[in-house]
């Protein structure tokens, strides 16, 4: 079976670009989360969502951050504009209610921000 | 107040040898998970092994095992046998609540990073 699919693998942009970030979670599973990793801060929970709706976004840093689920295949983490301080690994995971203990990540985004 | 406490940034051990990754927590609710992930250098987080916090056994999974001690609020995990495939960061985390209360935040400690050598 196929595992979570992020996209891109990795995405270098200018300051001020918009960037968008792919999800495809493991089918079936009816929770999605959006993490980001960095050297300061460690791995930290954006915004998660429970058959595509959002539950909690209160990690998301700010305004110029957005996520969405269009259906239980799809979810995009959007940054507009970005900036040099959103460079991070993006995570997105996935998760199956009964199951909860287990988070199967993705291969992670590569975001850097110039 | 750190909810998960990796007091360990580095940890080095001798390839078949057993190492023991500690792993500390707070939290006043009584119902919780415990979980350790792997993240070797390519980057993607990889489950190992979760204890409940009502389960009466320490959790095994193949070569991990995980020292589950309530009371000190301590979930160590156990590397037997180490290989050098075990290379990696090790993150320890913590679920607290129920799926039925609401799914509660997976809180990640700072990692360890593990070095086995031949």
């Known amino acids: 079976d196929a595992g979570v699919i992020q996209s891109p693998r990795h995405e270098v942009t200018e300051m001020g670009q918009e960037v968008t970030l792919r999800c495809k979670p493991i089918?079936?599973?009816?929770?999605l989360f959006w993490y980001r990793q960095t050297m300061m801060r460690g791995l930290e929970l954006l915004i998660y969502?429970?058959?595509?709706?959002?539950?909690?976004d209160s990690g998301m840093p700010e305004d110029r951050f957005s996520a969405k689920m269009p259906n239980a295949s799809f979810s995009t983490l959007k940054i507009q504009p970005s900036e040099p301080r959103d460079s991070a690994v993006y995570f997105c995971?996935?998760?199956?209610?009964?199951?909860?203990?287990?988070?199967?990540f993705g291969s992670g985004t590569q975001l850097s921000v110039l | 107040a750190q909810k998960i406490t990796q007091t360990q940034p580095g940890m080095f051990v001798q390839e078949k040898e057993a190492v023991t990754l500690d792993c500390t927590y707070d939290?006043?609710?009584?119902?919780?998970?415990l979980f350790w992930y792997k993240q070797p250098s390519s980057g993607e987080m990889i489950f190992l092994i979760y204890?409940?916090?009502?389960?009466?056994q320490n959790a095994t999974e193949g070569r991990y095992s995980l020292n589950f001690q309530k009371a000190r609020k301590s979930a160590n995990l156990v590397i037997s046998a180490s290989q050098l495939g075990d290379s990696a960061m090790y993150f320890c985390?913590?679920?607290?609540?129920?799926?039925?209360?609401?799914?509660?935040?997976?809180?990640f400690g700072t990692g360890t990073r593990l070095l086995v050598s031949p």
């Open positions: 995971a996935s998760s199956l209610e009964g199951q909860g203990e287990k988070l199967f």
């Open positions: 089918s079936g599973h009816d929770y």
């Open positions: 969502f429970n058959n595509n709706v959002p539950i909690d």
């Open positions: 939290t006043s609710d009584p119902s919780y998970g």
């Open positions: 204890q409940g916090s009502y389960d009466q």
């Open positions: 985390a913590m679920r607290e609540g129920t799926l039925n209360t609401g799914f509660q935040k997976l809180v």
